[in-house]
């Protein structure tokens, strides 16, 4: 092995609906190295964002293990779990999940601040991966002042501020033209071309050639 970043072993995920089990995982064995842009693809319902979810810590699994950045995730108590999220872990949605009332710089250097960053590292700090993402001048912008593919490079920046370990999006172009898409993807590209972890769940075959590997998912279990 050379420098893993996430590793799963036997790692499965049940819903449980009155006396109703639903198994989505089904003893998922991953292995992501660092600094790979890795792309999840796979049939709708065959557990792409669950497998994301529980990878990404936004999930608990069922059984089995995780091993992220040499560090045993069931091992790490709750207080853990949410530090290792916010300090390591960048997350980018379909659905951007920006602020409505912040602006573009406002929703980035939130996240810093409840991190502790001073207010002028926060936002000198938000200028920097705006500014990295195509954004300069709609710093003052709100949401509803952007188009969807602004909004998700906002959300994007907001993912970098922090220069988390790992960057994970789930179907980041599936509400976004062509143009927006392709200009997400290169985004992605450049960020990976300087060292960063991407792990992107995408339906697109043509969006995930963007990646150097891509993981097919297939009933619950990677092929
Ligand atoms: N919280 C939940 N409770 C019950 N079932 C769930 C839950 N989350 C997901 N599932 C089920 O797990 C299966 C996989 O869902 P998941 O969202 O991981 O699929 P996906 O591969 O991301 O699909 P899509 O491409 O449509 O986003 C689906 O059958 C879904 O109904
Ligand atoms: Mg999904």
Do not use: C, W
């Not at 089990?21 to 557990?47: N, Y």
């Not at 949410?82 to 409505?100: E, S």
């Not at 990976?192 to 009933?219: C, F, L, N, P, S």
């Amino acid at each position: 092995m050379k420098d893993s970043i996430i590793t799963t072993k036997n790692l499965t995920k049940s819903f449980t609906d009155g006396d109703k089990v639903t198994t989505v995982l089904k003893g998922v064995e991953m292995h992501i190295e660092r600094g790979e842009f890795v792309a999840i693809m796979g049939r709708s319902g065959a557990g792409k964002s669950t497998l994301l979810y529980q990878i990404s810590l936004l999930d608990t699994p069922t059984s089995g293990e995780i091993v992220i950045d040499n560090i045993n995730i069931q091992d790490l108590s709750e207080d853990e779990r949410i530090n290792f999220r916010l300090n390591k872990l960048g997350y980018v949605f379909q659905d951007y999940a920006l602020l409505p009332d912040l602006t573009s710089m406002e929703n980035v250097a939130l996240p810093l601040l409840m991190q502790g960053y001073t207010k002028d590292e926060a936002y000198k700090r938000a200028v920097e991966v705006l500014d990295q993402v195509g954004l300069q001048g709609k710093y003052g912008n709100i949401p509803a002042k952007l188009s969807g593919g602004q909004q998700q490079r906002v959300s994007i920046a907001r993912a970098l501020a922090h220069n988390p370990t790992i960057l994970f999006a789930d179907e980041p172009t599936a509400n976004l033209d062509t143009e927006s898409s392709l200009l997400v993807l290169k985004i992605f590209k450049e960020i990976h071309a300087k060292g960063q972890t991407i792990v992107m769940v995408t339906h697109e075959a043509e969006y995930a050639k963007t990646a150097d590997r891509v993981i097919e998912m297939k009933d619950g279990v990677v092929e």
